[in-house]
């Protein structure tokens, strides 16, 4: 059973730092990828960054500028560090996890299970 559970969004300042975390189902986070996506009001649900079962981690664009996606094997999370943050990081935060056996792709679509989000507010 895959379960995906997101927390740590919160309202910050710009500059400021926010980690948030998804704990996983042991299975999801040992074998499939899993990673963060971001979508704002109006616009596109877009990736963030992802890992491999390996923990080997991809960055959509440049975003290891200023977020680190990291795995850590006390709970089977997924932890993102956003650095920095700007009122475009404004976004409801998503972990998604993948079945794929192949590469571990950065489009929403190679994504077949999702957390229910947590909200990012910076202003």
């Known amino acids: 059973d895959v379960q995906l559970v997101e927390s740590g969004g919160d309202s910050v300042q710009a500059g400021g730092d926010l980690t948030p975390r998804c704990t996983a189902s042991?299975?999801?986070?040992?074998?499939?990828?899993v990673g963060w996506f971001r979508q704002a009001p109006g616009k596109q649900r877009e990736a963030v960054g992802i890992?491999?079962?390996?923990?080997?981690?991809r960055y959509k664009g440049r975003r290891n500028d200023r977020f680190r996606v990291w795995k850590e094997n006390v709970d089977n999370r997924l932890n993102l560090e956003i650095l920095n943050l700007m009122p475009d990081d404004s976004a409801m935060y998503f972990c998604?996890?993948?079945?794929?056996?192949?590469?571990?792709?950065?489009?929403?679509?190679?994504?077949?299970?999702w957390g229910q989000g947590t909200q990012v507010t910076v202003s």
């Open positions: 998604a996890a993948s079945s794929s056996t192949t590469t571990c792709g950065l489009e929403d679509d190679d994504y077949q299970y």
């Open positions: 890992t491999d079962s390996w923990g080997t981690v």
């Open positions: 042991e299975l999801t986070y040992r074998k499939y990828c």
